[in-house]
């Protein structure tokens, strides 16, 4: 963490990045409870850069030799996880299907609270390509007479909550770590006579991309045998 421009006003995610920094550290047992709690106090009551650079100045990343972490508004690397939370209201708040059906696929911003409600019909929540509104993401889910399915990409952690009665809510991906920096998808609500699935796929572009980079390595390991 830099002192550049310690006047300069904290975010709320500035805030959560250093928090992550801590839980990280209390995992590790570079912290203990009472010097976990102290700190994240002070990180949540932070108000400007130079509040928050010293709470985390001892610690390093976790995994890695002590780097220096800004928090200076530069664009986020390309491709990461936070190129894809991007604030806002999210591209809807809700979807609804009565006797048919919905879908949210492709480049779609998901906010923090989203509905889904089916009622003899199905829904299809595709968060794959998806932008997240925050760190953190609710989808309520109710399934009456009717099912739904989420789709996930990896490295996103998934918290499933949901309650079933003469239905279900699929727990298979609930508790899989998520990558740092991933958004976490916590998934409730109720399904009464249908279901909720949950499942994590890649999409097809990366599939394909993957493809191609290991038959470029096997290629390579063929050339240099």
Known sequence: MTDDAPELRASDADRERVA??????????????????????ATY???TYGELAPITRDLPAPGVTPPSMSLSKGAAEPGSWAERIVGGEGSSTGAFAIMGGFQRKGRWTVPRRFTAFTFWGGGELDLREANFADREVVIRCVA??????VTVPPGVEVVVRGIGVMGGFDHSEDGVPGDPGAPR?????????GGVGVERKLTRAERERRRLERRQAKQDRKRDA
């Open 20 to 41: 992550e920094v801590l839980r990280d550290a209390l995992a590790e047992g570079r912290l203990d409870m009472p010097e976990f709690e102290d700190r994240l106090e």
């Open 185 to 193: 998808v916590v998934i409730t609500g109720f399904a009464f006579w």
């Open 144 to 149: 009456i007479m009717g099912g739904m399915q």
């Open 45 to 47: 009551t932070a108000r």
